[in-house]
């Protein structure tokens, strides 16, 4: 099923979820987060299934066994909230989106991607962000204001979330973790692959390291207080001097995807224990 994104409407996009019938991944009405909200919020459900293109299954995998014990343990804590990694886009980030989806039996999704289909194609978002950035920005709140809507998924949020108040109080009904990757490995990637950001990184081909390092520290800088709001952080250093390594490219994904369990699970932790003492005697 196409998504459609007519340019004059940009909150015309339709998107749908591509679940299977299994009755306990089954989204019957608007999904609000169980944990780490302040009040309910109520998000219209989007009348279509997601793209199934766009939607990767949690799979049966390989995983170490105790990522896998710590996911199973969280998993019942987390009663299907959703998870928003946030942060500058990267191997890493997207790496770890789709490790956590096969953990907990969660489903991925790249709102970057949704926008760029919606838009209908690379180009043609591009364009579109070019010609009319307030109809650009108010397709990517049209993204998260529908995958909001939804339980069990992993999302790899783009810049765009942290923009605006409104893209950050969607990210309010999961739970929200800042994957901060170094800058310089960040830069190093998008020379060796010859990635870039077609939305959020100002960056061409012919630009050298240094230029390249010097737009991401800029780009950083602009985006940094967004970032400051997620629920957790995890950072790649921080990771590194933990287990011991001199280098932090030593860290496996499997790595930063315990920390983050470890993480989620003190939130949960804190959100009992909050609950308990607010019951009265």
Known sequence: MEMNLLRSSPSSIN????????????????????LFTNEFRKVS????PLPKRNCVQASIV?????LKNKAVDLASELKGT?????GMNGS???SLGKL??????????DSDSLVVQAAGGESAAKS?????????QSSETEVLKQLSSMGRLVICAGDGAVQSSTNLAYLRYGISVWIDVPLDILAKEAMERGEYSPFTWPISASDTFPEVFEKLSKLYAELEDGYATADARVTLQNVASAMGYDDVEAVTTEDM???????MEKLTRVKKMMEAAARPF
Not at 62 to 66: D, N, R, Y
Not at 128 to 136: C, N, P, Q, R, V
């Open 15 to 34: 998107l749908s979820t591509a679940f299977p019938t299994s009755p306990s991944l089954q989204v019957h009405g608007p999904r609000v987060s169980p």
């Open 45 to 48: 459900l989007c009348a279509k």
């Open 62 to 66: 390989q995983l170490e066994p105790s």
């Open 82 to 86: 959703s998870i928003f990694l946030v």
């Open 92 to 94: 890493m980030k997207t």
């Open 100 to 109: 956590l989806a096969d953990a907990l039996r969660y489903y991925y999704f």
């Open 128 to 136: 579109l962000k070019e010609e009319d950035e307030e109809g650009f």
């Open 257 to 263: 995807a315990m920390e983050i369990l470890k993480e």
